[in-house]
């Protein structure tokens, strides 16, 4: 007989790992925009890889940021509903 459902304690560790990474991937995102910003580069490498950066980079870091982050909740819909189905 196959088993069903989940255990809460190690779920609940990988959706707080999700949202930490989510996290950190956010404020990388923004470290490395605000480094870009500021420093002093010109030409035409410079305008190409700053369109490259804010058409394309940086919106695919949020989306998997935005992405963790919908991991997360849907780990902890499921620990929640193991815990009420479990009366835990």
Do not use: C, Y
Request: glycine content about 6%.
């Amino acid at each position: 007989m196959a088993k069903l459902g989940l255990d809460p304690e190690a779920m609940t560790t990988l959706q707080k790992q999700l949202q930490s990474d989510a996290a950190t991937i956010t404020s990388l995102t923004k470290k490395l925009d605000g480094l870009l910003r500021a420093a002093w580069w010109e030409g035409t490498d410079a305008t190409k890889f700053r369109a490259e950066w804010d058409g394309n980079h940086r919106s695919q870091l949020a989306r998997v940021a935005t992405a963790l982050d919908a991991a997360a909740n849907a780990v902890a819909t499921n620990v929640n509903q193991q815990r009420q189905a479990s009366g835990a």
